[in-house]
Nanobody, 126 residues
């Protein structure tokens, strides 16, 4: 298990940018694929983005592709979510998660992930 702490959320206007950070404890950070999920008001939690252990392959939900960028810095044990051109529909609690190295379950699926942060609120007003 790994402890995850998100930061960087806040209230912004439509069109603005935010960068979320997720700091991980432990020395094994680089062994986990990492993901970002979000839960919008009244909705179930959904996949946003994921990055493989090496950092050279990323995955995005269609709703954020081209606007959001996931990255990781293994030296800092941190994964980031750069969010540009924010829309009111991006309003949600954002969670980072550490995933299993097993390839049997898609990185798009919550069941791939074994450790979750507490979440950070992002509110986008029009």
């Amino acid at each position: 298990q790994v402890q995850l702490v998100e930061s960087g959320g806040g209230s912004v206007q439509a069109g603005d940018s935010l960068r979320l950070s997720c700091s991980a404890s432990g020395r094994t950070f680089s062994t986990y694929p990492m993901g970002w999920f979000r839960q919008r008001p009244g909705k179930e939690r959904e996949f946003v983005a994921a990055i493989v252990r090496s950092g050279d392959i990323t995955y995005y939900a269609a709703s954020v592709k081209g606007r959001f960028t996931i990255s990781r810095d293994s030296a800092k044990n941190t994964v980031y979510l750069q969010m540009n051109s924010l829309k009111p529909e991006d309003t949600a609690v954002y969670y980072c998660a550490a995933g299993s190295t097993s390839p049997g379950v898609s990185l798009y699926s919550e069941s791939r992930y074994h450790s979750w942060g507490q979440g950070t609120q992002v509110t986008v007003s029009s």
